[in-house]
């Protein structure tokens, strides 16, 4: 008996337990799946608790609901990869060994790598939504909110899901004016980048919705520290941004596993070859979801699209044949902009998101890069569909795991993109 | 893409005055484009990050972003704004000859 060992059943390793199960003989590999949580979280959902529009039962399931009967589920901590042995040890101690390896262990927020965002006013004046316990902590916060500076901020890129502090600031934008707090708060959106997003085309048209609704951008913000005595955050070149309440999204790093492991780059995401999802340097360990390095963005799609793509490689490896399936780093993401309505982005590693319609070409029913309410009930939709189908690792209906150009307006693309993606 | 001169040498340079093609790269150009970024003269310190960026960008193919320069290139951050002033990513890299750094997805 062979094993297929996943480590981490978030989305992507949820996803490819399921897809593996179907296409791999029982009799001749089994497949386990190691957590070190029995809850499975909707992150997407985490942008909306703080406004009551999601309470937690809305994105907290038990993990096993998800997993196959087929799949061994083991709950533990990983504590390290040993590649030359082919084995996995647990913090308990126990040795799991493997003949494939698939890294799934996503990212997680790093508050610690920012001089004193973990002072005093954690969580208590500086909040996060990319947590459940962080997003619920911020929901009761906001029930108090009565006017001030609430200042929005990104600690540091690459982060998952890039476009959600655009979205908290849009939906508190709108909770604000419908709470008759707006006139009494200023709202400020502070970013490292040095627009309002990291593709031109959506960031000028983001970049106007801000200016519309009167919402104060900082850019080029590296952050040096927290100060809690004063209520601001300083960045490197000492500018200071003074807040009542700061809303932000410390930097983004993957499992500390794999850096005990040697396995990561500077923020511990493995490198991995951005077509086959091939671990660098390791035949047979594979990575997908929030847990790689490729240049795409890191979301619950783009794991969705990854998968399909590793189960055929993975067939190969096992074949013995090439790796013949290559991911072109398709992302599809909506941004809730308030007062229900939304954005669409589809993109991939060479094209940046533009205009045109989804996910049939030239009828829709979603605009791409246009703010329609189609769009918000799509991103409302997202919820059945992840926890109904995604984790499942059914087909999407009319959605292919390759960026598809039919239906973009390819013109409006700017020559911009062809700069290089890099940290910043 | 446009036909430029860095002193007299004839370059191709993007719309933000980054050198399109590496091998018209020399440290006399770098020099010259450290003055345009206010940072000249270029010392020590300064040439081991662009020596950095260079090894970085030779083996990733991406100019490496602040983490990494100080993780794997030992240099801290607060050395990199003291050297490269407003933006030290983006004027290091324009004065090592690499692309614009674009900021990641
Ligand atoms: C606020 C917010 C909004 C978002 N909105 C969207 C959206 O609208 N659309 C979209 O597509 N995506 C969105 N995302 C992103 C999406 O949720 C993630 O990209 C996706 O969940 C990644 O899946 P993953 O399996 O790679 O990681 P995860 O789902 O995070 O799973 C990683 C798993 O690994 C486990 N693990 C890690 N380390 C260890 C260890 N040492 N030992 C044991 N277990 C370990 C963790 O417990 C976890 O269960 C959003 C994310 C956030 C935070």
């Known amino acids: 008996m062979k094993t297929v060992l996943i480590l981490g059943a978030g989305t992507a390793g949820t996803m490819m337990s399921n897809h593996l199960r179907r296409r791999l003989d ?79 262990t996503g990212t997680d927020i790093a508050p610690d790598q920012t001089e004193g ?34 200042v929005v901020h990104i600690s540091e ?39 309002a997003f990291t593709k031109p085309v959506a960031s000028k048209i983001l970049s106007h919705l801000l200016e519309e609704k009167n919402i104060k951008v900082v850019n080029d913000f590296a952050i040096g520290s927290v100060d809690s005595d004063s209520h601001k955050i300083v960045s490197w070149d000492n500018r200071e941004v003074a807040y009542d309440m700061l809303v932000t999204v410390p ?10 492991s040697g396995l990561g780059d500077e923020f511990n995401y493995v490198p991995t070859d951005k077509a086959t999802l091939q671990a660098k340097g390791h035949e047979n360990i594979f990575a997908l979801g929030d847990a790689t390095d490729v240049p795409t963005s890191k979301a619950g799609s783009v794991a969705h699209f990854e998968a399909e ?83 499942q690792a059914r087909p999407i209906p009319l959605v292919k795991p390759e960026l598809s150009l039919a239906g973009k307006n390819l013109q409006a693309a700017s020559r911009e993109t062809a700069t290089q993606p890099i940290h910043n | 893409m446009s036909e430029n001169s860095i002193i007299g040498i004839a370059v191709d340079l993007d719309e933000s005055g980054y050198l399109t093609n590496h091998d ?51 240099i801290p951050t607060k050395d990199l704004y003291r050297l490269f002033p407003d933006g030290p990513i983006k004027k290091a890299a324009r004065i090592a000859g690499y692309p614009k750094p674009a900021s990641c997805v």
């Open chain 2, 24 to 74: 018209q790269w020399t440290p006399v150009i770098a020099e010259a484009l450290a003055g345009e970024e206010g940072v000249a003269p270029l010392t020590d310190e300064h040439w081991k990050v662009l020596k950095f960026i260079a090894e970085d960008y030779k083996e990733r193919e991406t100019v490496p972003g602040m983490r990494r320069m100080n993780k794997v290139g030992g």
């Open chain 1, 309 to 391: 793509i590793l189960t055929e490689n993975i067939m190969d490896y096992i074949a013995g044949r090439e790796l013949s399936a290559g991911f072109d780093g398709h992302a599809n993401c909506f941004i809730e902009s308030g007062y229900g309505k939304g954005f669409l982005l589809d993109f991939n590693y060479e094209q940046e998101p533009v205009t045109g319609t989804f996910p049939i070409p030239g009828l829709g029913p979603m605009q791409l890069l246009r703010e329609t309410r189609m769009n918000h009930w799509g991103k409302m939709a997202f919820k059945w569909v992840y926890w109904n189908m995604l984790l």
């Open chain 1, 117 to 150: 965002m973990l002072g005093a006013d954690w969580q208590n004046r500086a909040f996060d939504f990319y947590t459940f316990e962080g997003s619920r902590r911020l929901a009761a916060a906001l029930k108090d909110w009565k006017g001030g500076r609430l």
């Open chain 1, 26 to 104: 029982d009799d001749e590999w089994a497949i386990r799946i190691v957590d070190e949580r029995e809850e499975h979280y909707y992150q997407p959902g985490f942008l909306f608790m703080p406004f009551g529009v999601y309470d937690e039962r809305d994105v907290v399931r038990p993990q096993r609901k998800f997993i196959g009967n087929g799949v061994g589920r083991i709950r533990g901590k990983i504590e390290q990869i040993d590649p030359a042995e082919n084995c996995v040890t647990l913090a308990s101690g126990e040795r799991l060994d493997y003949d494939i390896l698939i890294v799934a």
């Open chain 1, 251 to 260: 930097t983004n790093m993957g499992s500390a596993a794999i850096d005990r």
């Open chain 1, 157 to 195: 890129m690459p982060i998952k899901c890039p476009v959600a502090p655009l979205e908290f600031t849009f939906l508190a934008d709108a909770w604000l004016t419908r709470n008759g707090l707006r006139d009494k708060t200023e709202l400020i959106f502070v970013t490292p980048l040095s627009g």
